[in-house]
């Protein structure tokens, strides 16, 4: 078996799609989390001066989610045919584009224009995008075929962060929570779920 | 075996669809290049699965998102890579070109403000791209000496992403990889 080693910083950030989707697929790996102070030694050493970074057998990868792909695939949580393939990563390209917003939100400095952000996003982007993912979603709570895919666990980890900010944003959508709960069911992110490091984000 | 039915829903523009317009045609696959001026966008956008363009229709399935289309069309045609690991490499130069493509976008279209948009324009052509591209130059190296592809031995979804980044950027400056010698021949 190869030998995987994560680095990141002690945040769930960009990585923790990643590292979701070990636990699902039950693959070992090292959970490397570094201080900021060790961040300019690294930086060079890294494909574009990013992390997280994935090294396999020595090789190293970067952009999240690249890496997510990847081991989604070693993991089996793809999809199955090609055209599942693509419907999860429309889903997952989808999804990013609105956690950029949320970004927005959550990293704006100034408190009104904050505030007027959160109003926005709350009142026209989250439901908006909340009402077109119920629609993607199916009966069973998967969003590609019926069984648990990647699409799945990426949702999870997106209303993670969102629910922080946004706790009761998921009330009245069914089929999303759903979702939610065959994720959190599933026993190796139910386990890391209770073993994972608390962090701000 | 009959070949599926390819359509491609875009602005006439190269944008975000022409890296999967390039696949198909490096592929010789035929498909509908299906081009609408800006006005008649509202009423295509229902019928788009996130409201968005560009959208691959195959054989009435339609996806969306630029690099989800790519990919599936790299993979139908056997150009995403071969092992799991060139995929990975094939999807790294994508999401870090992609970066790139969205700066500019975001700067272009989405900054209201002159002054800012040229200074952010400034940064973009002076630091962020160049850093970006001597990445991409040193990727492109430990693939085989930087003679060949990002990925593999052959072309990917990676390569088209890539030109269609450097028909953006040559535009404002013809010279803009004469720092970089492998991936000016890759181009």
Redo the contacts between chains.
Sequence with gaps: MPSYKLTYFNVRGRAELIRLLFATGGIPYEDVRIGRDKWPELKPKT???QIPILE?DG?V???S???A??VA??AGLLGES??D???A??L???GAEVGELLKEVVLEKDASKRAEKKKEFSEKSLPHFLT?YEG?ANDSGHFVGESLTWADISFFNMMDFLTAEFPSALEGYDKLNKIIENVKSNPGIAKWLKERPVTDH | EKMPAYKVYYFNARGRAEPTRLLLAAAGVPFEDVRFEVEKWPEYKPKMPMGQAPVLEVDGTMICQSAAMARFVARETGRAGKTNLEMAQADMIVNGVSDMINIMIDYHYSEPDETRKAEKKKKFFDTTLPQFLGHFEKLLVANNGGDGFFAGDGLTHAETFFLCLYESISKENPNVLSAFPKLAALV
């Design positions: 494909p574009m001066g396999v090789q990868y970067c952009q989610m690249a890496i792909r990847f695939r070693e090609s055209s393939q693509a419907r990563d429309m997952l390209d989808g077109l993607f």
